[in-house]
């Protein structure tokens, strides 16, 4: 089975400053990661997902997320936030070996307060 | 516009009062899922459908029940809502995927389900 941890459940950071929200993952198989987006009274969106090859991977609105097997950890990152990125973020892993690997397991969510 | 429907938005409720949220997906996607969104434990499974006539549990099934008549809907079904059930429910689809995991999961806008 797969678990997901998230290390921060809220991030306050100014304008225009840097971020990075912490994920890790347990897992015994391969997986596939993913940061998903929610703003205030909406569903869940795709920010990016990593599958294979490259571990750096960019997502919308310049978010980036990084792949590290050893330390079983896929931040996400972006270089200078803006007040629209208040949101919260949640990483979500499913397993990439079982055929139909819809199921994603949740973190429970890191709430980005962007301050101006 | 491609999305995934989910009514009502909001729902207040007593104990014992059989309920039902729909939810409805235009993208023809074969997978579909239930998820509560409780404030500390993030999304958790209720549960999903690989297909028409197809479902299964998720990791917290208990007191819900769904079915799968059709592609498009898969409505979450409530016989004897408790107040332990009081959370946002999210319904999500995606395109079936085998071992590529290509496919993200869209996301309803939520469903606000307060049980008294």
């Known amino acids: 089975a797969q678990s997901v941890t998230q290390l921060d459940s809220q991030v306050p950071v100014f304008e225009e400053a840097p971020v990075e929200l912490r994920c890790n993952y347990s897992?015994?198989?391969?997986?596939?990661l993913f940061w998903y987006v929610q703003y205030p009274n909406q569903g869940l969106q795709l920010l990016l997902k990593?599958?294979?090859?490259?571990?750096l991977v960019k997502g919308i609105n310049g978010f980036e997320a990084e792949f590290n097997k050893s330390q079983t950890s896929f931040h996400l990152r972006k270089p200078s936030v803006h007040i629209s990125d208040t949101a919260e973020y949640f990483c979500a892993v499913s397993d990439s070996v079982q055929a139909g690997a819809n199921n994603l397991f949740f973190g429970t969510g890191t709430r980005l307060t962007v301050i101006p | 516009e491609a999305q995934v429907t989910q009514n009502p938005r909001y729902l207040i409720t007593v104990t014992g009062k059989k309920l039902t949220v729909t939810c409805s997906q235009n993208?023809?996607?074969?997978?579909m899922s239930w998820y509560r969104q409780d404030p500390g434990l993030g999304l958790r499974q209720i549960y999903y459908s690989m297909n028409v006539e197809v479902t299964d549990k998720g990791d917290v099934p208990e007191g819900y029940k769904v079915s799968r008549k059709e592609k498009r809907n898969f409505p979450l079904i409530l016989e004897s809502p408790s107040p332990n059930q009081t959370s946002l429910y999210f319904c999500?689809?995606?395109?079936?995927?085998?071992?590529?995991?290509?496919?993200?999961?869209?996301f309803g806008n939520g469903t606000r389900l307060t049980v008294t």
């Open positions: 993208m023809n996607h074969e997978y």
């Open positions: 990593y599958l294979s090859g490259s571990t």
């Open positions: 897992s015994s198989v391969s997986v596939y």
């Open positions: 999500a689809s995606s395109v079936r995927t085998g071992a590529s995991g290509n496919s993200p999961l869209h």
